[in-house]
């Protein structure tokens, strides 16, 4: 996914493995003025995993911007996570064509996001 997100122009991307030490990470990274602008949660230790940490995440940090992968898009399953305080779900694909497509929404969507004054004169 970090490759695919640099070949469609996408930020830096680092990868919190555990996430533990990413929900403490996130949390320290979101009190400072250049927080990270979107974090894209993809977990698969249980069906409820990604859901579980936006919704500790948001609390922690509400000030950031959440993505939920997720492998299915049906309504019950994006609800839930939307609800979580995620703003946006992407769909996890196993064909390489749909998932370059979801690489490059989630890129569109992390461009639509970003502070129209992020970048000072």
Known sequence: MMR???????????RL????AALDAL???AALP?????VLVDLKSSSTATH???????????????????PSLDRDTRNSLLDAG????????????AYRREAANIVGFWVRS????????
């Open 4 to 14: 695919m997100l640099a070949a469609h122009g996408g930020p830096h991307v680092e």
């Open 34 to 38: 250049s927080a990270p602008c979107m």
């Open 86 to 97: 995620a703003s946006a779900v992407f769909e996890r694909h196993g064909d390489l064509d």
């Open 114 to 121: 970003q502070r129209l004054d992020a970048v000072g004169t």
């Open 52 to 70: 579980d940490f936006i919704l500790k995440l948001k609390h922690q940090a509400p000030g950031l911007l959440l993505a939920a992968m997720s």
């Open 27 to 29: 949390t320290a990274l």
């Open 17 to 20: 493995a555990d996430p533990d």
